[in-house]
T-cell receptor, first 117, second 116 residues
Framework: AQKITQTQPGMFVQEKEAVTLDCTYD???????LFWYKQPSSGEMIFLIYQGSYDQQNATEGRYSLNFQKARKSANLVISASQLGDSAMYFC??????????????FGGGTRVLVKP | DGGITQSPKYLFRKEGQNVTLSCEQN?????MYWYRQDPGQGLRLIYYSQIVNDFQKGDIAEGYSVSREKKESFPLTVTSAQKNPTAFYLCASSIGTGDSGANVLTFGAGSRLTVL
């Protein structure tokens, strides 16, 4: 069965600094996708970045980058130049591309980030 | 603008009552999903639907029911059989359920249900 682990329940980061959010996963499927979502206090889930298990390069989207280490089964999110608006919950999620029926995502427990001015 | 509309945003229910949460999308997406989120936790899948008139149970379907009579709509009913219904409910949709790993889920703003 799939499992996603986010070991950091909460983090403080100084404005304009970078922050790394940890995510480890477990799956027996050789083909899978990894996602990061942001959930501000309003509750809506906002897609940030995607990494496929066979992608050769780490994904980047603006200030977001994904540090993908396949052998270690980790997919850490790096937010560069933190802004006050980055304060939110962040969720790592995974989808098995072979075994999972439908487009089902399995989510980790989340990390709360608070950016300090 | 295209998106997903969930209503109501807040809902209070007495024990023993059924309640239906609405989810409407105008993204022309084939697949729709319902997730439940408890305080301080991640999301868990309740039901999903890949096409009209078809749906499958997720990981925590007991005490819930859904219908998919129209492509745009995927309402969730929380029945009296759900023992702990107080939670935040999120509806999502995606273009399809194909093999593209980048088939991203788009979420609504959520409905918060409180049982009194």
């Amino acid at each position: 069965a799939q499992k996603i682990t986010q070991t950091q329940p909460g983090m403080f980061v100084q404005e304009k600094e970078a922050v790394t959010l940890d995510c480890t996963y477990d799956t027996s499927d050789p083909s899978y996708g990894l996602f990061w979502y942001k959930q501000p206090s309003s509750g809506e889930m906002i897609f940030l970045i995607y990494q496929g298990s066979y992608d050769q390069q780490n994904a980047t989207e603006g200030r977001y980058s994904l540090n993908f280490q396949k052998a270690r089964k980790s997919a850490n999110l790096v937010i560069s130049a933190s802004q006050l608006g980055d304060s939110a919950m962040y969720f790592c999620a995974m989808r098995d591309l072979i075994k999972a029926a439908g487009n089902k995502l399995t989510f980790g427990g989340g990390t709360r980030v608070l950016v300090k001015p | 603008d295209g998106g997903i509309t969930q209503s109501p945003k807040y809902l209070f229910r007495k024990e023993g009552q059924n309640v239906t949460l609405s989810c409407e999308q105008n993204l022309n997406h084939d697949a729709m999903y319902w997730y439940r989120q408890d305080p301080g936790q991640g999301l868990r899948l309740i039901y999903y639907s890949q096409i009209v008139n078809d749906f499958q149970k997720g990981d925590i379907a007991e005490g819930y029911s859904v219908s998919r009579e129209k492509k745009e709509s995927f309402p969730l009913t929380v029945t009296s059989a759900q023992k702990n219904p107080t939670a935040f409910y999120l509806c999502a949709s995606s273009i399809g359920t194909g093999d593209s790993g980048a088939n991203v889920l788009t979420f609504g703003a959520g409905s918060r249900l409180t049982v009194l």
